[in-house]
């Protein structure tokens, strides 16, 4: 809806990303019940801690994935990377229908990405970013339940950026007392590359027209 | 259900181009200029179809589908 138009509060949004994640982990019953980390592993024995957690990790990849759909080919370009890692472990691990789900999360993407990158013809919008999210979130839960020898660490990298992007937002907006629920234009990957080209292209910002007056001074 | 292979992958990566490409010609033609639009994407010169997410589910949902009934 958000797509056509229409807007959505974000708390409604939220809800509605953790009930699809709490379907998920009533219908399939995979949670996160180890993340390389002694003390939480204690804590996330306990299931209902664990069914949270789990939910809360689903629901931040969702946003975390419309977080950084702010620039052409970034959020395809990293549901690409993610699809193919997705591929790759569950074909090793020899999970057929991970590695189709992969597959499919990748060629799709790759379709999107030849047309959002880098002119922008069309964008993946919240609907897209949303069900990635939700894809690939649920897939990488699931491989790791399936076979627990795959680190969680390794599952952390693979959707590294988007948790890294919405981390630094919410940690930035909270830090200046402002809403983490309204876009703008400082996201970390606005950041990063408004960096580079500025790194790449030196001075050229600095230089500056010459006003009318001066020009009609001089003549 | 088949094991997936190549022909998976050029198959759900022609019909998402193949949607994409739809997508984002009809809205080209048909679109208001005020819609899609969103604040995140205002930089953006022109207005641009922010339904490719939907072309991507779409096509996942029909490789997956005609995987199982291969």
Redesign the interface.
């Known amino acids: 809806m958000?797509?056509?138009?229409q807007s959505i509060r974000p708390k409604l949004r939220l809800t509605v990303g953790a009930f699809s994640a709490g379907l998920f982990v009533f219908f399939e019953h995979y949670y996160i019940s180890e993340v390389g980390i002694e003390w939480v592993n204690l804590a996330l024995s306990v299931t209902p801690i664990s069914i949270a957690f789990t939910v809360f990790c689903v629901v931040a990849l969702i946003n975390a994935m419309n977080f950084i759909?702010?620039i052409n080919g970034l959020a395809?370009g990293k549901t690409l990377m993610a699809a193919f890692a997705l591929m790759w472990l569950s074909n090793a691990y020899n999970e057929?229908?991970l590695?189709?789900?992969g597959?499919?999360?990748?060629?799709?993407?790759?379709?999107?990405f030849?047309?959002?990158y880098p002119q922008?013809?069309?964008?993946?919008?919240?609907?897209?970013?949303?069900?990635?999210g939700f894809?690939l979130a649920v897939s990488l839960i699931t491989l790791q339940n399936k076979q627990p020898e795959i680190s969680a660490w390794s599952i952390l990298l693979i959707i590294f950026w988007p948790i890294a992007d919405m981390a630094h937002s919410i940690v930035r907006l909270r830090i200046g007392s402002q809403c983490s629920d309204r876009?703008?234009?400082l996201h970390l990957h606005h950041v990063i590359m408004r960096s580079l080209v500025i790194s790449s292209c030196g001075r050229i910002f600095l230089v500056r027209r010459p006003k009318k007056n001066s020009f009609s001074e001089t003549n | 259900m088949a094991e997936p292979n190549f022909m998976t992958a050029i198959l759900g990566l022609a019909l998402s181009l193949a949607l994409v490409l739809t997508f984002a010609s009809l809205f080209r033609f048909f679109g208001r200029k005020d819609l899609n639009v969103h604040k995140k994407h205002a930089a953006h010169s022109r207005p641009t179809s922010r339904l490719g997410g939907l072309a991507v589910c779409l096509s996942i949902l029909t490789v997956m589908v005609i995987n199982n009934e291969a």
Do not use: C, H, Q
């Open positions: 958000e797509d056509l138009g759909d702010g395809s057929l229908n590695t189709l789900l597959t499919a999360i990748f060629s799709a993407s790759l379709g999107l030849m047309v959002n922008g013809r069309i964008f993946l919008g919240d609907a897209g970013a949303y069900t990635l894809l876009p703008d234009a």
